[in-house]
């Protein structure tokens, strides 16, 4: 119940194209849902972050979608460069947690063919 | 900006050796972290600690130890390495509330030969 299933594994998208990496949690405690970028030979850092009040949120090509109902949630790249290759992360966090964790998903090596 | 600073970025040991990996933040943030990085099994957590003196064990605690004696410096320990704890260790920082960004050092990438 404490995970966080991310899908698909690795992904090849043209530049310009959409790239949509999914991500889907059991626990309906979890209230706080961040996505991370990671560049070879650095740590990961947060992209963008959604809580569950609203169903999308925007920042620039970025935007975060998420559907409480179905416990699933979706980062959507638009106009995708090849500066956006990297290995992304979803995860989610619920608030008050004792034990402060976030839980994150397996992870998305995302390629941008120029 | 957040600056979070792992001792090496390379390290090679030999199986047995017990080997230190050391972080440190310059943002006086309570909570500090230990994930362990591997191709398909995402970041999975380690240890992590809330205060000086405390820890808790995340979801592969064994074969582990920490050490966090102030508040900016949280020390992974490996009392006798093994191959299989051949990955990238990456230390991270949160203050305190779960709906507030990680930082990530860099990461130590280990190898166990």
């Known amino acids: 119940q404490q995970q966080v299933k991310q899908s698909p594994q690795s992904l090849i998208v043209q530049k310009g194209g959409i790239s949509i990496i999914n991500c889907a949690y059991e626990?309906?405690?979890?209230?706080?849902f961040p996505w991370y970028q990671q560049f070879p030979g650095k740590g990961p850092a947060l992209l963008i972050a959604?809580?569950?009040?609203?169903s999308e949120k925007k920042e620039g090509r970025f935007t975060i979608s998420f559907n409480k109902s179905a416990k699933q949630f979706s980062l959507h790249i638009m106009d995708s460069q090849p500066g956006d290759s990297a290995t992304y992360f979803c995860?989610?966090?619920?608030?008050?947690?004792?034990?402060?964790?976030?839980?994150f998903g397996s992870g998305t090596r995302l390629s941008i063919r120029p | 900006d957040v600056k979070v600073t792992q001792s090496s970025r390379y390290l090679v040991k030999r199986t047995g050796e017990k080997v230190f990996l050391e972080c440190v933040q310059d943002?006086?943030?309570?909570?500090m972290f230990w994930y362990r990085q591997d191709p398909g099994l995402g970041l999975r957590l380690i240890y992590f600690?809330?205060?000086?003196?405390?820890?808790e064990k995340g979801d592969i605690p064994e074969g582990y130890s920490v050490s966090r004696e102030k508040k900016e410096r949280f020390s992974l320990i490996l009392e006798s390495a093994s191959t299989n704890q051949t990955s990238m260790y990456l230390c991270?920082?949160?203050?305190?509330?779960?709906?507030?960004?990680?930082?990530f050092g860099a990461g130590t990438r280990l190898s166990v030969l």
């Open positions: 991270a920082t949160r203050v305190r509330g779960a709906r507030t960004a990680t930082y």
């Open positions: 959604i809580r569950p009040d609203v």
């Open positions: 995860a989610a966090s619920r608030r008050y947690s004792s034990a402060s964790k976030i839980i």
């Open positions: 626990n309906t405690a979890f209230d706080y």
């Open positions: 600690s809330y205060d000086v003196k405390m820890k």
């Open positions: 943002m006086d943030h309570e909570n």
